[in-house]
């Protein structure tokens, strides 16, 4: 093969990861916006009050295990595996691993939810003892965590079954899984409340409705790609398939300790905001909420779409192509997340005030959740970059290096969270996690380009400049000449202040592109690496 032949397979494989990216994207952005609107009704009804602590402590828990379990150590584990199985077994052997798999994964997470249940009082005395000072709170949260914690079953088989598609390059139904959570909070939020009385168990219920939608909904999706699991607890011979199950198993044990770091840093600061005053973690819950938006609607897409061609070009044994994939999403997470990190911190008050500003949530939550996302933002960059180079390592087997790295960034949020809590209070905490998370991803650029799994293709410096220098202009004319004061902000209708802060939001992104034109850098230029 040429190289003229190897560069255009190489734009065409880099238009095709794009458009994943996008249909991974856009289906998130669907997801998104209603999980702003689920928002929205949250702080309209609970805003900081101790019922709105605890369903957010009873939530953050199943949802801890979530991402270990399900998003976390199993996708790392089994997409390299099972990408590698599709390509050297016959079609025989490969439903014999899923099925293995997908049992035995059942089985433990059973087991798990129901010690979860019995054991919720513990889990909020682990993990917000702070609560133990007030008997309703705890009470109130120990109930909720009840309702909640099946969720944990419901949503890895859901992960299990988005890894089995993702694998088999379908993006968008998995990726379209969560908006059926936030509809099912949405209408618990607002109908179930009627009949319990207390807007946290209803919402608590909702959560459990929709662990069981969102499984259902991948069914279809499963069936049309012929890869639907039929679980089995073991098979009437040993053969590749058991040790292919095997090989999951043992990469998933440094996953799990390594997603737990990750999540650690959210649990310590749950565990150092519980002891501060009441809303300290709905102010954290709101504004991460906010960062979310794009870190999932790009991030999360693009390190989902990367690790199953990554483990294809490390199972082809093409450490080139490899490199330059990796590369490629590099500069898209900087060009994607140094502006939306700008953005957020130009218009950190004007976006809490007209989303939240109802209802329960008062002035004071508004700057109070404003702060924390300011120093939420100033992260942003680096959790997209730890998300985009994570895949590096998992693609090729190898999950114990993440790990190192996460240690290494939850011992500095530890440090950071218990130094910062004391003069920024909650802030401090937000502060804490940015910071460990540029720690994170510091320690896995550095080890990939010192295994030489990553170089650095050309024009780096300038890139970077280039995208500095827009996102600047861009934070500029935001903070400096259209943003207004927050009295005079909250002084507008909400029909204004929506239509303004989208109005804002449009500017940005066209002064940012502008500025990107200005300075050289072209569309077709980001099609390509």
């Excluded at 065409?12 to 998130?28: C, D, H, I, Y």
């Excluded at 939608?213 to 012929?226: T, V």
């Excluded at 090729?396 to 993440?402: A, S």
Aim: proline share 4%.
């Amino acid at each position: 093969m040429t190289q003229q032949q190897q560069n255009s397979d190489s734009a065409r494989g880099t238009e095709v990861l794009l458009r994943s990216t996008a249909a991974f994207g856009s289906m998130t952005v669907l997801s998104r916006i209603t999980g702003l609107v689920r928002d929205i009704l949250f702080a309209q009804l609970m805003g900081s009050t101790v019922v709105a602590d605890a369903f957010f402590v009873a939530f953050r828990i199943p949802n801890f295990f979530r991402r270990i379990f399900g998003e976390g150590a199993f996708s790392a584990a089994f997409v390299p595996v099972y990408t590698q199985q599709r390509i050297a077994s016959d079609e025989g052997e490969v439903r014999s691993f899923v099925d293995l798999v997908s049992g035995r994964l059942t089985l433990a997470l059973i087991i798990l939810t129901v010690a979860g249940v019995v054991l919720s009082p513990l889990l909020i005395t682990a993990l917000a003892p702070g609560f133990r000072a007030d008997a309703d709170k705890f009470q109130l949260t120990v109930e909720c965590l009840r309702i909640t914690f099946p969720y944990v079953l419901f949503i890895c088989l859901v992960a299990l079954s988005a890894a089995i598609l993702n694998t088999h390059g379908k993006f968008a139904g998995p990726a379209a899984t969560p908006i059926l959570l936030n509809l099912s909070l949405i209408a618990a939020a607002l109908w179930v409340t009627q009949f319990t009385g207390n807007v946290a168990i209803a919402v608590s219920i909702g959560v459990f409705a929709a662990g069981v939608l969102q499984l259902l909904f991948q069914l279809p999706f499963l069936s049309k790609a012929d890869a639907m699991p039929r679980p089995k607890l073991k098979l009437r011979k040993d053969g590749e398939p058991q040790k292919a199950a095997r090989e999951v198993y043992r990469l998933m044990l440094p996953s799990i300790f390594g997603a737990s770091v990750a999540q650690l840093n959210l649990v310590v600061n749950t565990f150092i905001a519980s002891f501060l005053v009441t809303g300290s973690v709905s102010w954290l819950y709101y504004s991460d909420r906010l960062m979310e938006f794009p870190l999932g609607v790009f991030g999360v897409a693009l390190g989902t779409v990367l690790l199953p061609r990554l483990s294809i070009e490390h199972a082809n044994t093409n450490p080139k192509e490899f490199s330059r994939l990796l590369d490629w999403g590099l500069r898209w997470c900087l060009l994607i997340a140094v502006p939306a990190s700008a953005g957020l911190i130009a218009l950190s008050e004007t976006m809490v005030a007209t989303l939240f500003y109802h209802g329960e949530f008062t002035e004071t939550d508004v700057v109070m959740s404003a702060r924390a996302l300011v120093a939420f933002s100033i992260g942003l960059t680096a959790l997209v970059a730890v998300r985009t180079l994570s895949p590096g390592f998992f693609a090729r087997n190898d999950t114990k290096t993440p790990v190192r790295a996460g240690v290494y960034a939850m011992i500095v949020n530890a440090i950071l969270a218990i130094a910062l809590v004391f003069p920024l209070q909650h802030v401090g905490l937000a502060a804490a996690t940015s910071i460990a998370a540029f720690v994170n991803a510091g320690l896995l650029l550095f080890w990939l380009l010192r295994a030489r799994v990553f170089t650095f293709q050309a024009g780096w410096s300038w890139f970077l400049a280039r995208v500095a220098i827009a996102s600047f202009i861009m934070w500029y004319i935001l903070a400096e000449h259209l943003v207004v004061a927050l009295d005079l902000w909250m002084q507008n209708q909400v029909l204004v202040r929506i239509l303004l802060l989208l109005g804002y939001i449009l500017i940005g992104a066209g002064i940012y592109g502008l500025c990107l034109l200005v300075l050289g850098i072209r569309p077709r230029q980001l099609m390509t690496r």
